[in-house]
Nanobody, 123 residues
Framework: QVQLVESGGGLVQPGGSLRLSCAAS????????MGWYRQAPGKERELVAAITSGGSTNYADSVKGRFTISRDNAKNLVYLQMNSLKPEDTAVYYCNADITSLVVRGTHQDNYWGQGTQVTVSS
C-alpha cells in the first residue's frame, strides 16, 4: 500500500517562511511527477507547484519567486519551501504523486494524495 504523508505546516506571520515535506512509502517501484496543491476554504483545489522525476518544475503564477519545489529521489521525498508568505497563502496543502508500485502480478501505476497539512498565515 502506497502512502503520502505531509509534514511542516503551521501558523506563520506574513513575510515568514515554512518548509513542507512529503514522504512516499510502500512498495514503490518508481515515482514520476510529484506536486503540491492547496485548497482554501470555499475554493477549489489548485496546483501550487510540480516537479518531474528529472527535476523540471512549474509553479502557479501566484507563488513564482516565493516558493521552491524540490525532491530527493533516493528517499522518495518532495519539499515545498515557502518564503514571503502572505495571508492569501492560507490553505490546506496536499502532496500529490504519480507512483508505480510493485504488486503481485507486476506493477501498478496510480495517482496518490496525502492527507493534507494546514498552513495559516496571519499576524
Amino acid at each position: 500500500q502506497v502512502q503520502l504523508v505531509e509534514s511542516g505546516g503551521g501558523l506563520v506571520q506574513p513575510g515568514g517562511s515554512l518548509r513542507l515535506s512529503c514522504a512516499a512509502s510502500g512498495s514503490i517501484f518508481s515515482i514520476n511527477a510529484m506536486g503540491w496543491y492547496r485548497q482554501a476554504p470555499g475554493k477549489e483545489r489548485e496546483l501550487v507547484a510540480a516537479i518531474t522525476s528529472g527535476g523540471s518544475t512549474n509553479y502557479a503564477d501566484s507563488v513564482k519567486g516565493r516558493f521552491t519545489i524540490s525532491r530527493d529521489n533516493a528517499k522518495n521525498l518532495v519539499y515545498l519551501q515557502m518564503n514571503s508568505l502572505k495571508p492569501e497563502d492560507t490553505a490546506v496543502y496536499y502532496c500529490n504523486a504519480d507512483i508505480t508500485s510493485l504488486v503481485v502480478r507486476g506493477t501498478h501505476q496510480d495517482n496518490y494524495w496525502g492527507q493534507g497539512t494546514q498552513v495559516t498565515v496571519s499576524s
